[in-house]
Each structure stands twice: as structure tokens, then as C-alpha cells.
T-cell receptor
């Protein structure tokens, strides 16, 4: 069965601390992996995708096929990073994006 | 460009009533999706469409129906609302692949 797990419901850190939001997936085939973010009172938006291998707002994510993980990392968290983050594998065969339960990141001053 | 627009943004229903949520996109996207967002459960896919005139079931389709008569519109219907359908509903569209554009959400309360 296709499954995506974000084990932390809440991650609370202080400004300047490193951040790692975990995502593990169980999928047949080779899904494309995405991270989406939802800031307070804003619509959900794409943060980054694994195939582009880019850094957005200081965040990076590396796909580890051996561990089936796609953790999101940032070396120095900022208060404006406080938001809800969702990991989402995309099944090309079915054209469906399935979301994890999400992790709320709270960055304190 | 308005992007993805959902109407209404808020609605309160009584159990058993029916309603339709409208999603409109002006980006000429082929794919459209309806999700519901509940605390602790993330976003769950209700139904989706891969093109005009097509619909398909997602993870939690029961109690909902959809129609895609026009490419730019994707309607989500509740024939007989239940309290378990109290949620925030999000519509999204894409050209294909996992890069979705989302609407602002519609908050539905069923009493």
C-alpha cells in the first residue's frame, strides 16, 4: 500500500537552530517527492521537489531511496519559517499527489 | 490571473442538506483535485479529474460526487451532509505531475 509518514506532529525550535522535518514513504515504483508548505492564513504552496535538487528559502531535501526517506532540512531556522509542512509523493501512474499528515514547525525568537 | 478560486469560502449546513462547492481555474490546467484537510490527518484526496469530462476516486470518496463538465471548473457535491464531513476543503489544479496550485480553501461545518 502507498503510504507516507511524517512522524512529528510538532517541531519546536529556537531561531538559528538547525531543523530537520522527517518524511518516510512506502510506495511502489519510483515516485516523485515534493514538500509543500502552508503559512498561517495562506494557501498551500509548493516548497520544493526532489528532481530539481534546489534550495528554496534555505531548505533542502535529499531523496534517500535506500531508506525511502525525503527529509527536509534547514541549517538555521528563522521565525518566518513557522508553518505547516507536508511531504507528498506523486504517483505518475495514477496522477495523484498523496500528502502526509504534516508537521507543524514553530520557530521561537 | 486569479489562479484557483473556490466558492463559497464558508458554509454551515444542517445534517441531511445538500450543497455544491465550485472550483474554477484560469490557467488552462488539465488536472484538478479536491482534498479535505482535517487536524492530524493532513490532506486527503477525495476525487480528481485528469481532463474535461473525466473524474476518478481518491482516498476518501464516499459521500461526495464530482463533475468536470468544463475544463476550467470542478464541482464537489455533498448530497446529504453529515457531521463527519465538517472540514476544510481544498481544490487544486496542475498541468500534470506533482506541482499543484491550490485554492484558498472552503470551510464547511455540518451541524
Amino acid at each position: 500500500a502507498q503510504r507516507v509518514t511524517q512522524p512529528e506532529k510538532l517541531l519546536s525550535v529556537f531561531k538559528g537552530a538547525p531543523v530537520e522535518l522527517k518524511c518516510n514513504y512506502s510506495y511502489s515504483g519510483s515516485p516523485e517527492l515534493f514538500w509543500y508548505v502552508q503559512y498561517s492564513r495562506q494557501r498551500l504552496q509548493l516548497l520544493l521537489r526532489h528532481i530539481s535538487r534546489e534550495s528554496i528559502k534555505g531548505f533542502t531535501a535529499d531523496l534517500n531511496k535506500g531508506e525511502t526517506s525525503f527529509h527536509l532540512k534547514k541549517p538555521f531556522a528563522q521565525e518566518e519559517d513557522s508553518a505547516m509542512y507536508y511531504c507528498a509523493p506523486f504517483s505518475g501512474g495514477y496522477n495523484k499527489l498523496i500528502f502526509g499528515a504534516g508537521t507543524r514547525l514553530a520557530v521561537h525568537p | 490571473n486569479a489562479g484557483v478560486t473556490q466558492t463559497p469560502k464558508f458554509r454551515v449546513l444542517k445534517t441531511g442538506q445538500s450543497m455544491t462547492l465550485l472550483c474554477a481555474q484560469d490557467m488552462n490546467h488539465e488536472y484538478m483535485y479536491w482534498y479535505r484537510q482535517d487536524p492530524g490527518m493532513g490532506l486527503r484526496l477525495i476525487h480528481y479529474s485528469v481532463g474535461e469530462g473525466t473524474t476518478a476516486k481518491g482516498e476518501v470518496p464516499d459521500g461526495y460526487n464530482v463533475s468536470r463538465l468544463k475544463k476550467q471548473n470542478f464541482l464537489l457535491g455533498l448530497e446529504s451532509a453529515a457531521p463527519s464531513q465538517t472540514s476544510v476543503y481544498f481544490c487544486a489544479s496542475s498541468l500534470g505531475g506533482g506541482s499543484l496550485f491550490f485554492g484558498e480553501g472552503s470551510r464547511l461545518t455540518v451541524l
